[in-house]
């Protein structure tokens, strides 16, 4: 079963538009991890963001804003102002301490912003 | 910025050849950790380590192997190498809860 549900497939914006992307995860743990990370064209996974299951407090980072909920189990990302160099697969990721917090990937949302 | 390396960075061969990619992190992470990815896709754990001596299958079957027999290495092996696993391997290493990831290596199999 999914335990991480990126449901936007493919998303494309124009530049300074702002864009929302979602993730959904399940879990049963009480103790767990939420990641957003980057992977531009060139490949490399760049980390973006962790959150653990005990702090639901909002942050912001520059043009990057996250949003997690846990009464639906969200944890959504926010690029306010989008530029070009933003295009690429974002992934939204879970780990648990039952299982030793190895990392479970949604399908990734990739996202194009033109100009 | 995390310190975590793979070699190599890209890799073609043929049908039937053993290979091994690297990896390497400086920063004394007892957890380690392989993941597979196609093109675009997502990432399927394949491998994972919890320290020194200690290997497990992640949730991905895959007719890799890996070994850990020093903390900063974590090499995986493919003994005779199929089309089936072209894919881009990457490897990661983690602190408490935060992974960080190589570069990855891209390994085409003809």
């Known amino acids: 079963a999914q335990k991480v549900t990126q449901a936007q497939t493919e998303i494309s914006v124009v530049e300074k538009e702002d864009v929302t992307l979602d993730c959904v995860y399940e879990?049963?743990?009480?103790?767990?991890?939420l990641f957003w990370y980057k992977q531009p064209p060139s490949g490399e996974l760049v980390f973006l963001i962790r959150?653990?299951?005990?702090?639901?407090q909002n942050e912001i980072s520059g043009r990057y804003s996250w949003n997690f909920q846990k009464s639906t189990s969200s944890f959504n990302f926010t690029i306010t102002a989008s530029q070009v160099v933003d295009s690429a697969v974002y992934f939204c990721?879970?780990?648990?301490?039952?299982?030793?917090?190895?990392?479970?990937f949604g399908k990734g949302t990739s996202l194009l912003v033109t100009p | 910025e995390a310190d975590i390396y793979q070699t190599p960075r890209y890799l073609v061969i043929g049908t039937g050849k053993k290979i091994t990619l690297e990896c390497s992190q400086t920063?004394?992470?007892?957890?380690m950790y392989w993941y597979q990815q196609d093109p675009g896709m997502e990432l399927h754990l394949i491998h994972y380590?919890?320290?020194?001596?200690?290997?497990e299958k992640g949730d991905l079957s895959s007719e890799s192997t890996v070994s850990r027999i020093r903390t900063e290495h974590f090499p995986l092996t493919l003994e005779s190498a199929r089309p089936s696993h072209t894919s881009q391997y990457l490897c990661?290493?983690?602190?408490?809860?935060?992974?960080?990831f190589g570069p990855g290596t891209r390994l085409t199999v003809l």
């Open positions: 959150r653990n299951s005990f702090d639901e």
């Open positions: 879990t049963r743990d009480t103790t767990y991890y």
């Open positions: 990721a879970l780990s648990e301490r039952n299982s030793g917090y190895a990392l479970n």
């Open positions: 920063m004394g992470h007892d957890k």
């Open positions: 380590s919890y320290g020194v001596n200690s290997t």
């Open positions: 990661a290493s983690s602190s408490l809860a935060a992974q960080y």
